[in-house]
């Protein structure tokens, strides 16, 4: 995959986070979409290296789907808890 996929992928991963984790996050939309790339990289990362699950190069692969968006919800779970509580009114 390239890297214009590793995006897209992690756009819809952080989309995917966003539903099963919803709340208001410190850093709004643009965070959160960001969070999703980002967790896209490490989750693909982390099956590769401590689960022996390389990421392929199909698209619709569903290993390479379930690691970016576990990678989403692990990053967006940290960034609550850095930066507010996404169940506070403000």
Excluded: C, H, Q
């Excluded at 919803?22 to 689960?51: E, N, Y």
């Amino acid at each position: 995959m390239g890297i214009i996929s590793w995006i897209i992928l992690g756009l819809l991963a952080g989309v995917i986070a966003k539903i099963l984790l919803p709340g208001r996050d410190p850093g709004g939309i643009v965070g959160t979409t960001l969070i999703g790339i980002a967790g896209a990289f490490v989750g693909g990362w982390l099956s590769g290296r401590f689960l022996d699950r390389p990421v392929t190069n199909d698209f619709y692969d569903t290993a390479t789907w379930l690691a970016a968006v576990a990678g989403s919800l692990v990053l967006l779970i940290v960034y609550r808890l850095l930066f507010g509580n996404s169940r506070e009114r403000r």
